[in-house]
């Protein structure tokens, strides 16, 4: 039998008489885990030993496996024996695989007469001398469970919650100690702001105290987490959830009604909620403020938050990032046959003030253009040459030929291999907006490009958007264009082509000609003559809900494969040169999950990569970025999540910010946005570019 490192004998005694493993027949069923008892020793208290419950899930003493970490921290007066009885309610989740199998830890505190609030008290009066509580347990007891049982030592792994008091310590720990707990289970905490009620036992213990005073209001404002709030390191994500019944005790006093905890709680949430640091949830539950509120809420904070507790650290976004110190986006990647990588984006620092468009050759050169107005680049492709093609718009006269230029024209520009500017062809409608969303190269050097005019290029325009498909020839020439769209707002967003056939991508406010409405906003997707812009056939996808197409690729077997979001899950689907459907393909999480581009690779896969607010692999914060990839009958071989603990893959307005291509040794190099720090690195400014290669 494996049993915990270094327990020692009154442990061994405690295990044998407490377990409560089912008999064999049963575990399978039933897989109850185990209480022990065990204490830790404390510098922090002199010596002085903690002493904790701890819950073991079924099957720790048989197996190899590293386990999360829930610490649980009883209310006033209360003692570590408290919390044992969601046993039941861990051995349920983890059976039923709610939650991955944990340890709970449960210590008792019993200083200040049991009123310690779970900080470092300074008081001195000898009637309740203070004791450094938060000290003790957040250093020296999860020094000791790292050490004495099969944990992981990373702040991903651990939990802290609490009740009332505990709520309070709960809450205190996950703010101070970021390093420490990523999550927080936040109960009926006994949290006063800016100061307690005069009535409040707070005032009564000296955990708040200093000297002989056993109450400060310095010390007291110092310690609460308003002080905490704005000193929040968002690199250090943590979550919380905080629950509190509908029936907690009503101050009778209306100056102090703002106290009652139902209030205060939700005044917590609020303030949580607004720091890039937090994320978090509230809930009212029917009940006082006892254990008919604190075990249904300690179950829904572990559905909560418990999925979310890995062993494994989140994978980072490799350093270094690309840009300025001001915001940019990213606009594109390109892979050369010599192995070369190209990046665009729109730099937010520029001479003008406004955003410029940037094409640069990782380990080589960088060319950066643009106009006192905006541009914006979306999409970069290899030429035969060696050179780029790179396209997207502009809000001023980008090539010298459209002076006194305001609205957002459409532009190709050309660039050679040493980056010098070859061409640049500005198109669109005079006075209104046209944009392009999506650019592939032509095997003759020339490009195709698709995305949305407000005008009429190509005959009358028939609704608020229609998306545009046009030809550039090698020498900048516009060879032709056409213009696809119904009655509502249609857009394109990307493009894909074989020796003959265009693909192109978009969403649909209604039904585009020769579709069908699907309810919502549809995605579609459409096959033109690469030689003049016909069309050959077209289709919606998707479901009744809201529904985008974001990119296509041509597959090695021929098939156009398009990727976006259906109803909130990324969404692929594949069709034949013909149009005849093949295979799609969700990947779903409870919460956003969207692709944004695709990659063929060799034997018919693709490799899809786009964004989730989920759990694929191991949640870094925020938006991250996914890869799934798929083999050449839509079945999901593989998948994985990457980021940063801020918003990656996505912009300001929860819009895919993010491409990808396939290299020449048959990988997947990917480019976008990040608001986070790279993994060894550092940020440039509130919004740059990273390279995964």
């Known amino acids: 039998m494996l049993l915990p490192r270094r327990l020692g004998a009154a442990t061994l ?13 049963e575990t399978d069923t039933r897989a109850p885990g185990t209480l022990i008892t065990g204490s830790a020793p404390s510098p922090a208290l002199d010596g002085e030993r903690i002493a904790y419950t701890a819950y073991l899930p079924y099957g720790y003493d048989r197996g190899a496996a590293r386990h999360p970490v829930l610490y649980l921290l009883h209310g006033r007066g209360d003692t570590m024996q408290a919390w044992t009885r969601v046993k039941s309610v861990l051995d349920d989740m983890i059976r039923t695989k709610r939650i991955p199998p944990v340890i709970a830890v449960m210590p008792d505190a019993p200083w200040s007469e049991r009123g310690n609030w779970y900080v470092d008290s300074r008081y001195t009066g000898a009637d309740l001398p203070g004791r450094p509580v938060e000290t003790a347990l957040t250093r020296d007891l999860v020094a000791h469970v790292d050490a004495t049982y099969r944990t992981a030592p990373i702040r991903e792994a651990r939990l802290v919650g609490g009740y009332s008091m505990g709520g309070a310590g709960a809450l205190r720990f996950a703010l101070a100690h970021q390093d420490v707990f990523s999550a927080a289970a936040v109960l009926s905490p006994a949290v006063y702001t800016p100061l307690p009620p005069s009535d409040s036992s707070t005032r009564d213990y000296g955990a708040f105290g200093r000297g002989e005073e056993k109450f400060s209001d310095e010390v007291y404002r110092e310690l609460t987490y308003p002080a905490s709030l704005p000193d929040l390191d968002p690199d250090l994500p943590v979550r919380l959830f905080v629950a509190v019944g509908d029936d907690e005790y009503a101050n009778p006093d209306p100056a102090d009604a703002r106290h009652d905890l139902d209030f205060e709680s939700a005044a917590l949430y609020n303030a949580a909620r607004r720091s890039p640091a937090l994320s978090a949830q509230l809930r009212v539950m029917d009940g006082g403020h006892d254990w008919s509120v604190w075990t249904p809420a300690f179950e829904q ?23 300025t110190a001001a915001t940019d986006w990213a606009g594109g990647v390109a892979a050369h046959p010599d192995g070369a990588l190209t990046i665009g984006y729109a730099a937010g620092q520029s001479p003008s003030g406004r955003l410029d468009a940037v094409v640069s050759r990782i380990g080589g050169w960088t060319r950066q253009f643009g106009t006192p107005a905006d541009e914006r680049l979306y999409g970069v492709a290899p030429l035969p040459d060696g050179g780029v093609l790179t396209a997207g718009y502009t809000k001023g006269d980008l090539d010298g030929r459209h002076p006194g ?46 995305g949305y005019t407000k005008g009429s290029l190509d005959g009358p325009n028939n609704g608020d958007k229609d998306a545009i498909v046009a030809r550039i020839t090698p020498a900048g020439e516009l060879s032709w264009l056409r213009q696809y769209g119904g009655t ?33 906003l549809d995605g579609w997707l459409a096959a033109f003559a690469a030689a003049d812009g016909s069309r050959a056939w077209a289709t919606t996808a998707g479901g009744s809900g809201d529904d985008r197409l974001n990119a296509v690729t041509v597959t090695t077997e021929g098939l156009a494969v398009a990727t976006g979001a259906s ?12 149009g005849r459907r093949r295979w799609e393909h969700t990947l779903a999480t409870p919460a956003a999950d969207e692709g944004a581009a695709v990659a063929a690779l060799p034997g018919g896969e693709v490799e899809v990569v786009g964004y989730t607010r989920g759990r694929i692999g191991v949640p870094a914060g925020g938006a991250d970025v996914l890869t799934a990839r798929l083999d050449g009958r839509g079945t999901q071989r593989a998948a994985a999540q990457l980021g940063t603990a801020r918003d990656d893959a996505v912009d300001p307005f929860a819009e895919p910010n993010l491409y990808a291509t396939t290299t020449a040794a048959g990988q997947v190099a990917i480019s976008g946005l990040t608001c986070g720090a790279p993994s060894g690195g550092a940020a440039l400014g509130n919004g740059d570019v990273f390279l995964i290669s």
């Open 13 to 25: 005694a405690a295990l044998a008489a407490l377990s409560l493993l089912a008999v064999p027949g």
């Open 301 to 323: 904070a572990m559905a909560e938050l418990g999925p979310g507790l890995s062993v494994t650290p989140p994978t980072g976004l490799p350093a270094p990032l690309h840009g």
């Open 405 to 450: 230029n305001a609205a957002d024209d459409a532009f190709v520009a050309r660039l050679g291999p040493d980056g010098t500017v070859r061409w640049i062809t500005q198109f669109g409608a005079p006075d209104a907006a046209d944009r392009l969303y999506g650019l592939a190269a032509a095997p003759d050097g020339g490009a195709y490009v698709a």
């Open 488 to 520: 509502g707002e249609d857009k394109a967003y990307g493009v894909a082509a074989d020796a003959t056939t265009l693909y192109v991508t978009g969403s649909a406010t209604a039904a585009p000609p020769g579709t069908t409405a699907l309810g919502g």
């Open 567 to 578: 109803g909130g899950d990324a969404y692929t689907v594949a069709h034949t040169g013909q």
